[in-house]
């Protein structure tokens, strides 16, 4: 996946940084294929950024884990579920590394504010944070694209997921019982398109060339054959965009 991505990505001309998780901690079944796990993970992932000459970003769910991952990392995420955790993120932010702070389904963009902010007062400047929809009833995510306006108020780079913005959280039955997250992959096009109007800094992508066999999140998964299709018509719009200029609004009255 590193090499066809940068392959397209190079291409295009766009900054590309490669994620992929050495546990997927939150799954929703503990049944679910979660990865291998810190050590093995970090050794395909520094093998991934030596190969390609790729920066890598990946997520932490505990704090002993920071140290380790940063060693690899140059981007270090924190997942929507945790994005108050202080400890968590303030472990994450003494690594000197960017990190990604992704606003949990539950907030407000307002407390993103308020956990830049910790990475900031842990001494260290290098924070962005990401919005990937907010919770709509309990099966569901709407993507608010008032949220792109709002969490640039965290002062801070604002990036847009476009694929887990597109989850339905525990929202598909299992044969056998228990359920699994579900998706709509058809909508990720537009749910791009609006993030890219609005003015984002970058946007995260799951990407797979199998989406229907993915061990994970295979219903919000993009296709590896349509990404180039779509990047091109995104960077379209960004060429045009003026997102990220706040409009002069002139309310004195209008003569004629």
Known sequence: MAKHIKGIATKLGIPLVFKSSFDKANRTSSKS????????????????KATYDLPIVTDVHESHQCEAVGRVADIIQIPAFLCRQTDLLVAAAKTGKIINIKKGQFCAPSVMVNSAEKIRLAGNPNVMVCERGTMFGYNDLIVDPRNFEWLRESNCPVVADITHALQQP????????????????ELIPCIARTSVAVGVDGIFMEVHDDPLHAPCDGPTQ?????????????????RVTKGKKPFKIDLTPFQE
């Open 222 to 238: 993009w296709p590896l054959r349509n990404l180039e299709e779509l990047l091109e018509e995104l960077l379209a719009i960004a």
């Open 170 to 185: 525990a929202g598909r039955k299992l044969d056998g019982g228990g359920v699994a997250s579900g998706g709509f992959r």
């Open 33 to 48: 294929f979660r990865g291998p796990g810190l050590e093995e993970g970090l050794k395909i992932l520094e093998k991934v």
